[in-house]
Structure formats: structure tokens, C-alpha cells
T-cell receptor, first 112, second 109 residues
Framework: SQTIHQWPATLVQPVGSPLSLECTVE??????LYWYRQAAGRGLQLLFY??????ISSEVPQNLSASRPQDRQFILSSKKLLLSDSGFYLC???????????FGPGTRLTVL | QKEVEQDPGPLSVPEGAIVSLNCTYS??????FMWYRQYSRKGPELLMY????GNKEDGRFTAQVDKSSKYISLFIRDSQPSDSATYLC?????????FGKGTSLLVTP
């Protein structure tokens, strides 16, 4: 069966510090991968998606970036965090793009 | 107008009640609908999906799609305290899913 991992689970970072969140998927090949941010009262905001290694599409212009160095690894990064980057970051995968997605446990980021 | 609209609640019901959760959507181009359940501080979990109009049943859960009114519903029979969570509806939109903001449900013993 497929599983999706995210780490760290919780992160507290000062404003201006860098960020690296990691997501890995097991039990499937060539998944479509997604990064979302969930802020209180604002629902799920799609940040990036990837259909293959090195292929990244950005949905929202901001100080975040994503990379996919391996088939089942998806990384979310920032060079300098802003207060507004605080939130719950979720990674998801799907077998067929546009179909149901399966979410990881999430990373709760607090920027102080 | 947001693609998928959902009443945020909170919705509070006694244990054993039938719960009705609803969403409306605005774009008829894509016809694949999903319901997710999200417990506090956890990732969303896929509950059900349906490609077409009509009902789909899975245990105590029934998903219903009414394309004529662009309305999707999730019914929970014999609700349990463990059903207390936020329920998100979603609709496919090409490469992505459009999510509602979620309805918070509390089932009291």
C-alpha cells in the first residue's frame, strides 16, 4: 500500500530564516505531487504541483519554492520566511492528475 | 465566485442523528467529486468519491450529487462522537482539485 510521509511535524522558525520541508511517498511510482497550505478559515491553498522529476508548476507567486529531486520526493523551501508563511503545510499525491489526492500528516509551521 | 462553496458551520448534533453536509459548485466542466474528513491537526483523509450524479453509499456514509442544481451532499447515518471533524468537499478541475473551506461537525454523546 501507498504511504506518504512529511517532516518535520512541527517547526518554529524566526522571520528571515530559511525553510526546508520534505515529503516522500512510498509504494507507488511516478506520482503527481502537490504542496498545499492550510490557514485558519481560508481552506486549502494549492502552492505547487509536479507531474515528474524536475517539473514544478507554481500556483501562487510568493517567497516559497519547490523542487522534486527524485521521483517520490518533494521539497518545499524558502530563503527567508515571512510572518505570513505560518500555517499548516500539506503534501499530497495522486496517481492520475485531477483525480483523488491522498494527503500526508502535515507540518505545522509557526514563524515568529 | 469561489469554485466550491461550503458552509463552515460549526454543526452540532447529538449522537445517533443523521447529518447532512452540503456544497455547491459553479463550474460544470468537470464532474468528479470527493469528500474528505480532517481531524484536528491531521491531514485530510479521503472518505468517498463519485464520478456521476446520484448516490454512492459506503457504510454509514452516502455521497449524493445533483448536477442540475450543482449541489453535492454527504449524509452520515447514526453519527458517532468519532465523526467529529471537519469535512471538506472537492471537485476536480483539470490538473487540480477545488476544495471547499470545510464544515466543522461536532457529535455530542
Amino acid at each position: 500500500s501507498q504511504t506518504i510521509h512529511q517532516w518535520p511535524a512541527t517547526l518554529v522558525q524566526p522571520v528571515g530564516s530559511p525553510l526546508s520541508l520534505e515529503c516522500t511517498v512510498e509504494g507507488t511510482s511516478n506520482p503527481n505531487l502537490y504542496w498545499y497550505r492550510q490557514a485558519a478559515g481560508r481552506g486549502l491553498q494549492l502552492l505547487f504541483y509536479s507531474v515528474g522529476i524536475g517539473q514544478i508548476s507554481s500556483e501562487v507567486p510568493q517567497n516559497l519554492s519547490a523542487s522534486r529531486p527524485q521521483d517520490r520526493q518533494f521539497i518545499l523551501s524558502s530563503k527567508k520566511l515571512l510572518l505570513s508563511d505560518s500555517g499548516f503545510y500539506l503534501c499530497a499525491w495522486s496517481g492520475t492528475i485531477g483525480n483523488e489526492q491522498f494527503f500526508g500528516p502535515g507540518t505545522r509551521l509557526t514563524v515568529l | 465566485q469561489k469554485e466550491v462553496e461550503q458552509d463552515p458551520g460549526p454543526l452540532s448534533v447529538p449522537e445517533g442523528a443523521i447529518v447532512s453536509l452540503n456544497c455547491t459548485y459553479s463550474n460544470s466542466a468537470f464532474q468528479y467529486f470527493m469528500w474528505y474528513r480532517q481531524y484536528s491537526r491531521k491531514g485530510p483523509e479521503l472518505l468517498m468519491y463519485t464520478y456521476s450524479s446520484g448516490n454512492k453509499e459506503d457504510g454509514r456514509f452516502t455521497a449524493q450529487v445533483d448536477k442540475s442544481s450543482k449541489y453535492i451532499s454527504l449524509f452520515i447515518r447514526d453519527s458517532q462522537p468519532s465523526d467529529s471533524a471537519t469535512y471538506l468537499c472537492a471537485r476536480n478541475s483539470g490538473y487540480a482539485l477545488n476544495f471547499g473551506k470545510g464544515t466543522s461537525l461536532l457529535v455530542t454523546p
